[in-house]
């Protein structure tokens, strides 16, 4: 059984257990299960120090649910005087000279970072095979990937190592991984929660969030990081909603708009009966399903791997071996500079979305690439308002398989691109979604995802925990995880 942020603050108030000793035991199972090569730096001095400062705190009995709570942030927000390298080659000696902002809510709380999360480099993948560092592996099975590119984040929660993680999703990025691992991951709203700090991998789509055991503990995160901040000029001053007291809300009335297009083909017969079984949960909660269709459905993929890649080759165009980051050695000229510098610090998969973008950008393919995607990305957003005209939440499967196997899929970026098929439309409209565990297929833990209008975080979070208090499909764990 796994416990919850809650349980765990109630035991460090009433002293059952110190931060300190928290925090060792989660620095002593990420050592112990370092075949998951889920972390790139393990901080256990900063941490040692930090669970010392919130036992202080507890002493004092001040503070929020999350002081002394240990969890583990993506390495792609920034954190002062400890390494950050995007799992990049190009950033692998990056030491930043301040903290993202949601690196500051987190430690403004006391939670106690132990370190930074593998993923995929630059945030582009499915698999978390395109990091610098290694491959994750899923620890329902070894020789699976747990999804991407969070996958560190999701590794280290299902695996009982920490309590959450926080993640970034530009494409799926934390509901994929989530989903793979039998655990919950929300994707807030784009611009509920701060940019400053996190490394850009596509400005208009990237959006901090989190990956933990359940939808409640997702709740009490979401608190720490949702808000406005004035350094990041797409953060929204929209009011934060109380995330905590809206989970106990019933759901009796709730419409439940069912995708045509997100059950049809290409999704697993076993992904679509779980998924069958957990509407037939809603419902018995009261809810009420409503067939609905988003007509685009299928444009998403196409759009997201042009706008993605256009941006991603703009945010990348600073790594040029001059500032900060990689260079290479005894450059003959400025050109070579930045060929060498490049062709040697971004891994295959990151050349690749460069030079799509950078094409899909260039003058004379701008209209027929860009633009036209652009226009798809509203109509896109469009199907979404009109869905919402009629239902509260959207809900379908977050994934079209269980995870895969690692190498699957990794020569064959297509494959691997539509294995994003249910997550990027959600990005595309910058709503908000949540996948949470419904059952298992093969063996393997399946995600349902909910999405929301924009701001009904809450809402999202509502109907997954009561769907969390029917069912324990979020309390399994992999084998030999206590
Ligand atoms: N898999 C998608 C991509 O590779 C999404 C990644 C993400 O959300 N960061 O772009």
Sequence with gaps: MSVSIAQLAQALRERKISATDLTRQAIDAAQQCADLNALITLDDTGALAAAERADRALAKNVGSTLVGIPFVHKDIFCTKGIRTTCASRMLADFVPPYDASVVEQL?????????????????????????????????????????????????????????????????????????????????????????????????????????????????????????????????????????????????????????????????????????????????????????????????????????????????????????YGHRCTDPTSLEDLYTRTRAEGFGAEVQRRILVGTYALSAGYYDAYYLRAQRVRRLIASDFTDAFKTVDVIAGPTTPTVAFKLGEKSADPLAMYAADVNTVAVNLAGLPAISLPAGFSEGLPVGLQLIAPAFAEARLLNAAHQFQLATDWHARMPEGVA
């Design 107 to 323: 430690a403004g709380v006391q939670a106690v970072s132990i370190g930074k999360a593998n993923m995929d480099e630059f945030a582009m993948g499915s698999s978390n095979e395109n990091s610098f560092f290694g491959a994750v592996k899923n620890p329902w099975d070894a020789a699976r990937v747990p999804g991407g590119s969070s996958g560190g984040s999701a590794a280290l929660v299902a695996a009982g190592i920490v309590p959450f993680a926080t993640g970034t999703d530009t494409g799926g990025s934390i509901r994929q991984p989530a989903a793979f691992c039998g655990i919950t991951g929300l994707k807030p709203t784009y611009g509920r929660v701060s940019r400053f700090g996190m490394i850009a991998y596509a400005s208009s789509l990237d959006c901090g969030g989190v990956l933990a055991r359940s939808a409640e503990d997702c709740a009490h995160v979401l608190t720490a990081m949702a808000g406005h901040d004035a350094r990041d000029a797409t953060s929204t001053n929209a009011p934060v909603d109380d995330y905590v007291s809206a989970l106990t809300k019933p759901l009796a009335g709730l419409r439940i708009g069912v995708a045509r297009e997100y059950l049809g083909a290409g999704i697993d017969a076993g992904i679509g009966a779980v998924v069958q079984a957990a509407l037939k949960q809603y419902e018995k909660l009261g809810a009420t399903l409503v067939d609905i269709s988003l007509p685009n459905a299928a444009l998403a993929i196409p759009a997201y791997y042009v706008i993605a890649p256009a941006e991603a080759s703009s945010n990348l165009a600073r790594y040029d071996g001059v500032r």
